[in-house]
């Protein structure tokens, strides 16, 4: 799950918690926390179920790219990390000519470049490792 989800359920419940009455009996007060506790449980498997439909979408949308017969939709993320490097060329090769960038475009070129990288190497890794984690089709498993 990811950590920013992760830190606003527990953010959360402790925001709740804050506001118990302070006069709560102690019985009261552990029924509370444990229905908060199924609360949280539920949160977390609710947020871990959307980050995996999420990553399958992901996999049916590069699995769409690649069967088209279009050839900019097979070639398009490759060319998205080709461009954002070339960027990333001309801005190192302005500051070795003491040229001024405007801070605005560095940060952007870096939350793309993260983004781009990220997308590309790290989905594509976990999809290789998923693929391995599965073992072999079923048909070849009985044979």
Avoid: C
Avoid at 11 to 24: E, R, T, V
Avoid at 27 to 52: G, M, P, T, V
Avoid at 118 to 127: C, D, I, K, Q
């Amino acid at each position: 799950m990811m950590p920013v989800i992760g830190d606003l359920i527990s953010a959360g419940k402790d925001l709740i918690k804050s506001y118990f009455p302070p006069n709560m009996s102690p019985e009261e007060r552990a029924k509370a926390e444990a229905r908060l506790a199924e609360l949280d449980r539920n949160a977390r498997a609710q947020a871990l179920e959307f980050q995996a439909r999420m990553e399958s979408e992901l996999t049916e949308r590069l699995k769409t790219d690649m069967s088209s017969d279009s050839w900019l939709s097979k070639n398009i993320r490759p060319l998205v990390l080709v461009y954002l490097m070339g960027a990333w060329t001309l801005f190192a090769g302005f500051s070795l000519y003491e040229q001024q960038v405007d801070a605005a475009y560095v940060e952007m070129l870096k939350q793309m470049l993260m983004a781009a990288f990220g997308f590309y190497f790290v989905s594509r890794g976990a999809e290789k490792i998923t693929t391995i984690l599965k073992g072999p089709p079923r048909d070849q498993r009985n044979r």
